[in-house]
């Protein structure tokens, strides 16, 4: 019985063993967030996520990362001035943003290296042209 044990137990570490080297480097992660007070809320939500985005290349291209992913963006919004004709808002943008060793390039999420151009949006194949719509049946009545 001792020996079934202990076969047992050495094949469960020979098997954490290999899944531990087949298992990829882990990737670094840090939530970085921007925050825009401007009038209204549709605006500074759009303004924080566009500044987010720019704000991540920025400090990517500062520490030298060429390859990283961007999560879900989340964005809050308070009110900070209410008036009656109009309003302010406080809107913080943020997302978590991974790099190293397990973030693959190309992942979703992942942004491309900055020397490398934007590519364009694929354009829709042409369908079909549709077919001429069937008329009513004249029934006589």
Known sequence: MRSIATSVLLAAAAAA???AMAAPAAAKCTTMSFTVNDYGKDGPTRDAKNLLDKSIADWA?????K???VG???VNCELFLNFI?????????SAQVCWGDGVQP???GAAAPEAAPATPA????KSAPKPPSAKKA???G
Request: glycine share 6%; net charge positive; proline share 9%.
């Open 17 to 19: 063993t290999v899944c």
């Open 61 to 65: 291209k500062k520490k030298g990362i």
């Open 67 to 69: 390859h990283y992913t």
């Open 72 to 74: 879900k963006k989340n």
């Open 85 to 93: 004709v109009f309003d302010e808002h406080t809107c913080k943008a």
């Open 106 to 108: 190309g992942a979703p």
């Open 122 to 125: 694929a354009k829709p194949a």
């Open 138 to 140: 004249q029934v006589p």
